[in-house]
C-alpha cells in the first residue's frame, strides 16, 4: 500500500518558538516541537517523526513538502555532503547535521518520493499539516499544552516490514555496560545498598560488564548498521558510541 502525507514545520520569528506536523488525516496525525528553533529545523524534524512513526512498516511512502530546502537536502545534497566529511562545497560544515545525519540513517530501507507543494496554496493535506505545525508554535509562545495528536493510527491497514521475507523482528544481542546497573536487595538487618558506591566502585558492579538485550525491528538494525558502516565501527561499538 501507499501512504500519503503531508509533512510540515512552523517557527515563529525564524528562529523562535518551533512547531512541527505530519498529517495523513485527522485521526492519524502527529506534532511536537521546541521553545526555540528555526523553521528549517522543523521542516526536517516533520519528515524525520514521521520516518519513526512508520518504521515497523513497507509501504510506499509519498511525503508531500512545501520545504524545497527539505527536498533538495534529501534529494539531492546529501550524497556529496557526506563524501565531504558533512561539508559543503565551499567547506563550511552543513547546518542541521545533526538532524540530517538522522534522516539519511532512517530512509535506508525504505521505498519513499518526496513533491513539493506550494505552501498557503489551499492543498488539503499541506494546510493541516501546516495549521498543527503552527498551533504548536504559537502553544510554545503562550505557554499552553502542546497539542501533540493521535500519532500513527493505522497499523491494521498497512504492512509489517520483514526481515528476509519471513519474520517482522531481527534482534540484535550486545553485551555493554548498562550505567544504571540493579543494587543487589539488602539482607535483613543491614543498611540499603545505594546505586553507586563512591567509596568503592567495584562492590556496586561499576566495573562489571553487564549484559543487555536489544530487541529491534528490521528498520532499526538497519539503520544501526549503517551508523556502523558509515563510522568504520562494530554493530557493538556502534552501540556503545549511543551511552
Given at each position: 500500500?501507499?501512504?500519503?502525507?503531508?509533512?510540515?514545520?512552523?517557527?515563529?520569528?525564524?528562529?523562535?518558538?518551533?512547531?512541527?506536523?505530519?498529517?495523513?488525516?485527522?485521526?492519524?496525525?502527529?506534532?511536537?516541537?521546541?521553545?526555540?528553533?528555526?523553521?528549517?529545523?522543523?521542516?526536517?524534524?516533520?519528515?524525520?517523526?514521521?520516518?519513526?512513526?512508520?518504521?515497523?512498516?513497507?509501504?510506499?511512502?509519498?511525503?508531500?513538502?512545501?520545504?524545497?530546502?527539505?527536498?533538495?537536502?534529501?534529494?539531492?545534497?546529501?550524497?556529496?555532503?557526506?563524501?565531504?566529511?558533512w561539508r559543503?562545497?565551499?567547506?563550511?560544515?552543513?547546518?542541521?547535521?545533526?538532524?540530517?545525519?538522522?534522516?539519511?540513517?532512517?530512509?535506508?530501507?525504505?521505498?519513499?518520493?518526496?513533491?513539493?507543494?506550494?505552501?498557503?496554496?489551499?492543498?488539503?493535506?499541506?494546510?493541516?499539516?501546516?495549521?498543527?505545525?503552527?498551533?504548536?508554535?504559537?502553544?510554545?509562545q503562550r505557554?499552553?499544552?502542546?497539542?501533540?495528536?493521535?500519532?500513527?493510527?493505522?497499523?491494521?491497514?498497512?504492512?509489517?516490514?520483514?526481515?528476509?521475507?519471513?519474520?517482522?523482528?531481527?534482534?540484535?544481542?550486545?553485551?555493554?555496560?548498562?550505567?544504571?546497573?540493579?543494587?543487589?536487595?539488602?539482607?535483613?538487618?543491614?543498611?540499603?545498598?545505594?546505586?553507586?558506591?563512591?567509596?568503592?566502585?567495584?562492590?556496586?558492579?561499576?566495573?562489571?560488564?553487564?549484559?543487555?538485550?536489544?530487541?529491534?525491528?528490521?528498520?532499526?538494525?538497519?539503520?544501526?548498521?549503517?551508523?556502523?558502516?558509515?563510522?568504520g565501527v562494530?554493530?557493538?561499538?556502534?552501540?556503545?558510541?549511543?551511552?
Open positions: 500500500m501507499s501512504i500519503r502525507v503531508a509533512a510540515d514545520g512552523s517557527a515563529l520569528g525564524n528562529p523562535g518558538p518551533a512547531g512541527w506536523a505530519w498529517y495523513v488525516d485527522d485521526s492519524c496525525w502527529a506534532a511536537g516541537g521546541w521553545k526555540h528553533a528555526t523553521n528549517n529545523q522543523a521542516e526536517l524534524r516533520a519528515v524525520l517523526e514521521f520516518l519513526r512513526a512508520t518504521e515497523h512498516l513497507s509501504d510506499d511512502l509519498h511525503i508531500l513538502c512545501d520545504s524545497q530546502y527539505v527536498i533538495n537536502c534529501l534529494t539531492q545534497w546529501m550524497p556529496g555532503w557526506k563524501r565531504k566529511g559543503k562545497a565551499d567547506g563550511k560544515p552543513v547546518l542541521n547535521v545533526d538532524l540530517l545525519k538522522e534522516l539519511d540513517a532512517a530512509l535506508v530501507g525504505r521505498s519513499y518520493r518526496f513533491e513539493w507543494v506550494k505552501g498557503h496554496a489551499n492543498h488539503p493535506l499541506n494546510e493541516a499539516a501546516d495549521d498543527r505545525a503552527r498551533a504548536v508554535s504559537e502553544a510554545y505557554g499552553d499544552a502542546i497539542p501533540t495528536g493521535p500519532g500513527w493510527t493505522r497499523d491494521a491497514h498497512h504492512t509489517p516490514r520483514t526481515a528476509g521475507g519471513t519474520s517482522a523482528t531481527h534482534t540484535t544481542r550486545a553485551a555493554v555496560l548498562d550505567k544504571t546497573p540493579t543494587a543487589p536487595t539488602p539482607a535483613p538487618g543491614h543498611e540499603p545498598f545505594s546505586l553507586f558506591s563512591l567509596d568503592d566502585p567495584a562492590d556496586a558492579g561499576l566495573n562489571t560488564p553487564h549484559t543487555l538485550t536489544l530487541v529491534l525491528t528490521p528498520s532499526e538494525h538497519t539503520r544501526l548498521a549503517a551508523r556502523a558502516q558509515a563510522d562494530s554493530l557493538e561499538a556502534a552501540l556503545r558510541s549511543l551511552i
